[in-house]
């Protein structure tokens, strides 16, 4: 069945950003269904298609003439086991948060390092979220989607995914083409705990816990989250703007030669990851502030709406730290959400 369209519908309270800009038709979609009846309207034949999940990963900068989908498909439920893990089915519409606190609760842990992470389940996997030193790539098993070709429901593996860093198939061969219905998670057996990355580390010290259970985990990411980073309900942002670079260890070798304190994190292969953070904090720009949009003060690779800041706002700052970075670094860095 055809969901119902809007026209001209105002997408300002569905981006985290809080910024206004409208979409030429957009509806809200619960069923493959409804997507099959989509894709047959004569209204919409030929206009582009913009997915929205929780709206937590994207800088809207104008109107768009197409058709935004808000995927809400609900539901969770176990659905067995595949190898050592539990497998669990979840909607792409739930809140990831919530899901992760209902897995816990429900004995199956797993997802607790990815705490307080803003939108919804379905959008983890286009950028494959990831946070102290889990990512989503290592906790599913397999997800299905709507295919806009084939017209069909299909069951991908975490494997046909492409799963990179804060990557996946779904920003660029399948970007607009699938819709990720569901996913399936696998939660560890015999759970570990993750607990080697500093600040999570430093955190659970200063609590007094050896052993940290799944529980614990869980809380102090979210202590060390709503510390650092901006709750979007208070302050419209969009977590990380930027990727932190991926440099080789010669360029490593240069840039530390000129700048002693540069932070970065060895990778397998002799490559680097740089902190962006750290690069936007040392060209001077931690707290900068421009017109209605900001870098946010307590984490420098978070811009900030201010308080009424436009798309255009939000997207001139991203260019003046990517060319004051380009400058000092030599390094162009890459945004992280989806701009429109
Ligand atoms: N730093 C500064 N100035 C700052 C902030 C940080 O110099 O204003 C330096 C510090 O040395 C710090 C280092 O940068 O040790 C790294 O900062 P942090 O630990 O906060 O992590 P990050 O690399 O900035 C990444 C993810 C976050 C994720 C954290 C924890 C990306 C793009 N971001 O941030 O993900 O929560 O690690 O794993 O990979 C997100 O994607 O939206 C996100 C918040």
Redesign the pocket.
Known sequence: MLPTLHEQFSLRDLNSFGVEARARFFCRVRRADELAALAAEPRLAGLPRLLLGGGS?LLLTRDFDGVVIKVEPPGLREVGESGDAWCVEVGAGENWHATVERLLAMGRPGLENLAL?PGNCGAAPI?N?????VELAERLESLTAWDFDSKQVVRMPAADCDFG??DSAFKHALAGRRVVLGITLALPKRWQPVAG???VAHELRARGIAQPSAHDIFETVVAI?RR??PDPAAIGN???F???PIVSRDEHRALIAHHPSL?GYPLPGGRVKL????L???AGL?GATRGRAGVYD?????LVNRGGATGAEILALAREVQDKVAEKFGIRLEP?PVIV
């Open positions: 990963n992470i950028q979220i990831g946070a102290y030193g860093y804060r990355y500093a600040d989250r650092k980073l969009a977590g990380s930027f990727k932190n932070v902190a962006a953070a750290w936007i904090d040392a931690k307590r984490q420098a690779l978070v992280e």
